[in-house]
């Protein structure tokens, strides 16, 4: 009989609670009716029984103090509105947020797939079913499994590297056929190329590429469509069995940020790139690694660039870091140094570039910091043997190359040689050698003795892409006689043409005025 009791009071009580509510709700309604609607007509009624008493004074105060309600009024209106359509147009620009950034994903999705595709395409082109991934007696590259990042990453493609590279060995065990010199690394590329893929390169342009980068981390490729700039870099992937990853410049890059990547503030994931995730997967191996920038000059390099440009201008190595983010987190990738990517020296970034209307001008800046190789005309066709490519780890390659400075630094004639024709184009035409320049052709001028070549033709080939390439900017149909007297010095310094590649370079640019 308790619990009867006890049950009649709730429910009388839940009844009385939700009627409280309902009259609450219902008052309020009937206030603001009576407010805004109901009670209107009162308030005029009362202005006019109470005006059958006003004088003048009472008329101007009433007018006064009623205008400046009615301005009130408006004012508050209009606030309210305007309050409104804020809060509806952040609502709508939040939600337009939201749809971006879906297709920025998926836009970003459809790139890589596109990327993978045209890599795909440009493989099947350079070397066709022998120039696939696995060459006959190649090991494939080690880490071919793409895991599943664990936990939450800022770093996705990061993070998969750190997973592939987890517990496996990357040093490098060379075999005795492997340790061979600078002429036989030379020699057995060309035949590698040659019998495994289809590509010929003649021995100039291999000894130019290995000395170039023994003189410098950037080389640019530069000369007409179809004289294999791009499959260069790609076949010397294969031959060191590490492929080259082949980065397409936009147009539309401007800045670090297309390159490399950027922190999105909105879901707090960095964009990340595949230049900037082969960048990384270098910090892990011991071999030759090869970053290729896919004409390169369809951007301004000097722009989206710049920051590699400065960092492999210091001297010391352990300062050559990549800024990627400015703070640190525990998931962030494991070779992270405080938000930055120390640049290894086992990577070396191969531009290639046309000359045409649709690219942009290299600048000196780039220029005077890369080691530039000129290839026109497609090599003859080599019956090559069946060659193996090399095991061969970034430190033997550089043994190679002290050895080389060591044995076949530039002769003192040849420096001499060097200082008086230096003189003669800064007297004559404004142009110096400077440090920089100097410095690269001392390192460059023993790798290409090293490799099979002559110091004379290394001289050759750097003074004129070094210092007579400048030329172009000049007035030079106002100069074409101090071009002929230049000519007629270099014959008198090095030798009646022995300098081939700067006597053909001036009288091009004679006929060209």
């Not at 101007?60 to 804020?86: C, D, E, P, S, W």
């Not at 459809?110 to 082109?125: C, G, W």
């Not at 003649?202 to 179809?226: D, P």
Request: proline content about 4%; glycine content about 4%.
């Amino acid at each position: 009989m308790t619990m009867v009791n006890f049950a009649r009071y709730y429910i009388e009580f839940i009844r009385n609670f939700f009627e409280n509510i309902g009259k609450f709700f219902n008052r309020l309604t009937q206030a603001f009716a009576d407010l805004l609607f109901n009670d209107i007509g009162v308030y005029f009624q009362d202005l006019v029984d109470a005006s059958a008493k006003f004088g003048f004074l009472d008329w101007f105060i009433a007018i006064l103090i009623l205008g400046i309600n009615m301005v009130f009024i408006v004012f508050f209106t209009l606030k309210i509105y305007q309050l409104l359509r804020v809060y509806i147009r952040f609502i709508k620009t939040e939600m337009d947020k939201d749809k971006l950034l879906e297709e920025v994903a998926l836009l970003t999705q459809k790139t890589v797939e596109l990327a993978d595709e045209k890599n795909k395409i440009l493989m099947l082109k350079l070397g066709g079913a022998s120039a696939s991934s696995s060459l006959p007696g190649k090991e494939p590259d080690q880490p071919k499994n793409t895991p599943q990042v664990v936990g939450p990453t800022r770093f996705a493609k990061l993070t998969q590297v750190d997973e592939a590279y987890r517990n496996v060995i990357t040093s490098i065990q060379m075999t005795p056929e492997d340790t061979i010199g600078l002429p036989e690394l030379v020699n057995r590329f060309i035949n590698f190329s040659a019998s495994r893929l289809n590509l010929y390169y003649n021995e100039k342009i291999i000894r130019t590429f290995f000395a170039g980068m023994a003189s410098s981390k950037i080389l640019i490729l530069e000369g007409i469509s179809g004289t294999g700039k791009t499959s260069l870099p790609y076949a010397m992937g294969k031959f060191f069995g590490h492929d080259s990853a082949i980065i397409s410049v936009q147009p539309s890059w401007r800045d670090r940020a297309e390159m490399i990547g950027y922190l999105n503030e909105f879901t707090k994931k960095f964009n990340e790139t595949d230049f900037l995730k082969e960048l990384y997967e270098t910090t892990y191996r011991e071999d030759l690694n090869f970053i290729v920038l896919d004409e390169l000059n369809l951007a301004r390099i000097e722009y989206y660039f710049a920051e590699f440009l400065s960092i492999m201008e210091m001297p010391n190595e352990a300062e050559w870091k990549i800024d990627v983010v400015s703070d640190r987190q525990p998931s962030d990738p494991k070779h992270f140094i405080d938000g930055k990517i120390l640049v290894p020296q086992n990577v070396w970034f191969i531009g290639t570039a046309n000359k045409d209307d649709s690219t942009f001008t290299i600048t000196d800046k780039v220029y005077d910091r890369a080691s530039s190789i000129i290839m026109n005309s497609k090599a003859e066709f080599v019956d090559a043997p069946y060659t193996e490519g090399v095991v061969m780890s970034h430190e033997y390659l550089k043994t190679l190359f002290d050895a080389a400075w060591k044995a076949h630094p530039i002769s003192p004639k040849a420096l001499d040689n060097l200082g008086k024709l230096d003189d003669f184009i800064a007297q004559k035409f404004k142009i110096t050698f400077g440090n920089r320049i100097m410095k690269q052709i001392k390192l460059f001028t023993p790798i290409y003795v090293g490799c099979g070549g002559t110091e004379y033709e290394a001289l050759d080939y750097m003074v004129a892409r070094k210092i007579l390439r400048k030329f172009e900017v000049l007035n030079l149909p106002f100069l074409q006689d101090e071009m002929s007297e230049l000519i007629v010095l270099l014959d008198k310094l090095f030798g009646k043409n022995v300098f081939k590649e700067c006597i053909s370079f001036i009288n091009d640019l004679k006929k060209m005025n």
